[in-house]
């Protein structure tokens, strides 16, 4: 595997099954960690997790002076920020959609779309100072034309997939690039039949880290295969 020996890479959803095998995988290739959670409750056993090296803090993720002040922080103590990988939100069943309330629609969209959104535009300035990357994980779920008790996870998918393509073509010409990674397997963190263990997920998603791709869609199967899509 790559070195990221100098590096400082930011992951989301760490307390979950993609966050937590793409930071694992980067902690092993010697990257220095930026994890923002949601909870100052789960801090203390990430730090114990990750090393006191790994710069583990509570955030609001639709809150921008939370995430102002992180990046600040990572770049205060590492110097730069380099790339950030951003795997966020669960998978949601929870009925009819027309039956949902406004506060429930609301909470699919914030972390779905309004968390993605408020963290690129924080970390902009640092990604452009490091010309690193940001890429989006995103689920082929939203390309789905439905599925039974989850509209509204599908819909909210559907837009973020929409912000990531957006933003992958509107900022071509930035000094960082932005890509998507869209998952089409299950990850989980431990190994079974059928499943892809994340850590092996998240090695193959920080090539990414080295490679030219710019603006540019992958695809990731049970194949395993990251494959560039012809798909704008
Ligand atoms: N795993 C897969 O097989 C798979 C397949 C296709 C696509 N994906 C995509 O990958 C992403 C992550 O999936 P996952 O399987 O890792 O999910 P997961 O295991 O359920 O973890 C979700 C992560 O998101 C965080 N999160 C959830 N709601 C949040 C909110 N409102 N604010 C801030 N953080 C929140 C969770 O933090 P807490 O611990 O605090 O709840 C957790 O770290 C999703 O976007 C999903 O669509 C995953």
Excluded at 21 to 44: K, T
């Amino acid at each position: 595997m790559q070195s990221l020996q100098n590096q400082t890479v930011l992951v989301t959803g760490v307390t979950g099954e993609v966050g937590w095998g793409l930071a694992h995988a980067a902690r092993d290739a010697g990257a220095r960690l930026v994890l923002p959670v949601r909870r100052e409750e789960q801090v203390a056993a990430l730090e114990a997790e990750f090393g006191e090296g790994a710069l583990v803090r509570a955030v609001g993720f639709t809150d921008e002076a939370t995430l102002q002040g992180l990046r600040d922080e990572a770049v205060a103590r590492f110097g730069r920020l380099n790339h950030v990988f951003a795997p966020l939100g669960a998978w949601w069943a929870k009925g009819a959609s027309l039956e949902q309330s406004p506060d429930e629609f609301r909470a699919l969209q914030d972390v779905y779309v309004e968390a993605p959104w408020q963290l690129l535009r924080a970390m902009a300035p640092a990604l452009r100072d490091s010309t690193g990357s940001f890429t989006f994980i995103t689920g082929a779920g939203g390309e789905a034309p439905f599925i039974p008790r989850s509209g509204l996870l599908v819909a909210a998918v559907a837009a973020q997939i929409a912000l990531a393509r957006t933003l992958r073509h509107e900022l071509v010409r930035e000094p960082f690039r932005v890509n998507e990674v869209r998952i089409s397997a299950r990850l989980e963190r431990q190994p079974r039949p059928g499943v892809v263990p994340s850590r092996e997920a998240g090695e193959t998603f920080l090539s990414l880290v080295t490679s030219d791709a710019r603006g540019t869609l992958f695809r990731y199967g049970p194949d395993r295969a990251l494959v560039a899509s012809a798909e704008r």
